[in-house]
């Protein structure tokens, strides 16, 4: 059973047997809002590049980045299946899947935050249908869902983190428009959310 997260809401990674998720694929899927009018219908359809990216934390700073140009953290444990430059699963399937390996995250690690960018520099008002959604790799079930509504002249939108509590791995929905082309630019912002 899939939850539709709010702003803010955190879950639990544990299973209902009281085990752990040993792995978890954090899918963003998005498409490129309908153009309007009859010059825009002459136009056709635009493409739109959004970048996700993990940013791996350890006590507050940055350890390691999986992103479209470094696919693999130096562990291994987690990956990123490649840049998709036009999105359109939308509300359907993942345009870009980051894998994360929990059990071999090295364990100075404490957080990994999950960020989306918009690399040619288009807003978030020209996208449409975008979403994250926590998958437990295992087994295929989607866990959790976050929409990323609200358009908006934002380029970026710090979307979502894992981080170790005393009881395991958990997962909150943070949402928070950002402006940047890169996750580089993106760190001051995420900074407020560690």
Known sequence: MSVN??????????KSDGSSL??????????????????????????????ASAVLFAGGQPADVVFFQHLVSDDGSVRHLGDNLTGGAGAGGDDEVVLVDLGRVPA??????FTVNSFTGQTFAEVENAFCRLVDETTGQELARYTLSGGGAHTAQIMAKLHR???GWQLKAIGEPAAGRTFQDLLPAI????
């Open 191 to 194: 900074a407020g959310h560690l």
């Open 22 to 51: 040993s792995a978890v694929r954090m899918g963003l899927g998005w498409q490129a809002a309908q153009r309007k009018g009859f010059l825009a219908r002459l136009a056709g359809t635009r493409e739109i590049d959004l970048d």
């Open 108 to 113: 100075h690690i404490d957080q990994i935050v």
């Open 5 to 14: 997260l709010a702003k803010g809401q955190q879950i639990s990674l544990s």
């Open 165 to 167: 509590t005393d009881g």
